[in-house]
T-cell receptor, first 113, second 115 residues
């Protein structure tokens, strides 16, 4: 079965600095990978996904993620962090052979002014 | 266009009580999902419905039942609530018919406490 790991519970960055939120995955075949963001007391919002093609995927709010097959990673990045980016970020993986999606435990991003 | 709506927002139950969580979407999506979110564990899939008239178990289905009432509505029922079911429950709908490339859109959640 597929699984996903987010090795950092918490990431702190200063406003204006680049940010990275890490994600690694395990699937039996080619993965479909997703990033979602959750603001306090809200549901998850879709940011971006990798299905196939270019390894660098661009998404909402200036976020991007790079698919690295050899390292089985799909790290979320943004060149210049904003205070409003502070939220809980979830990586998710879907194995094409299965219908369910597996989520990581989440990484809390805090951007300080 | 409200997206995905869930009722109620909050609920407190006693052990053994039953209740139904309601979910509706107005995006004409085929697939719908129920997840639970527990601290430090991310989201875990309880049940999903790839299309109207079909339902399948997810990762943690025990203690729950679902009904896909029509294309818009997907309800989750707890027949006999247990403290282990204290969680935040999210409903989601998907742009494809449960296919692997499905982008999911989430409701605001229901915070359930079982005493």
């Amino acid at each position: 079965a597929q699984s996903v790991a987010q090795p950092e519970d918490q990431v702190n960055v200063a406003e204006g600095n680049p940010l990275t939120v890490k994600c690694t995955y395990s699937v039996s075949g080619n993965p479909y990978l997703f990033w979602y963001v959750q603001y306090p007391n809200r549901g998850l919002q879709f940011l971006l996904k990798y299905i196939t093609g270019d390894n660098l995927v661009k998404g909402s709010y200036g976020f991007e993620a790079e698919f690295n097959k050899s390292q089985t990673s799909f790290h979320l990045k943004k060149p210049s962090a904003l205070v409003s980016d502070s939220a809980l970020y979830f990586c998710a993986v879907r194995d094409p052979l299965w219908n369910d999606m597996r989520f990581g435990a989440g990484t809390r991003l805090t951007v300080k002014p | 266009n409200a997206g995905v709506t869930q009722t109620p927002k909050f609920q407190v139950l006693k052990t053994g009580q039953s209740m139904t969580l309601q979910c509706a979407q107005d995006m004409n999506h085929n697939s719908m999902y129920w997840y639970r979110q527990d601290p430090g564990m991310g989201l875990r899939l309880i049940y999903y419905s790839a299309s109207e008239g079909t339902t399948d178990k997810g990762e943690v289905p025990n203690g729950y039942n679902v009904s896909r009432l029509n294309k818009r509505e997907f309800s989750l029922r707890l027949e006999s609530a247990a403290p282990s079911q204290t969680s935040v429950y999210f409903c989601a709908s998907g742009t494809s018919g449960g296919s692997s490339t499905d982008t999911q859109y989430f409701g605001p959640g229901t915070r359930l406490t079982v005493l």
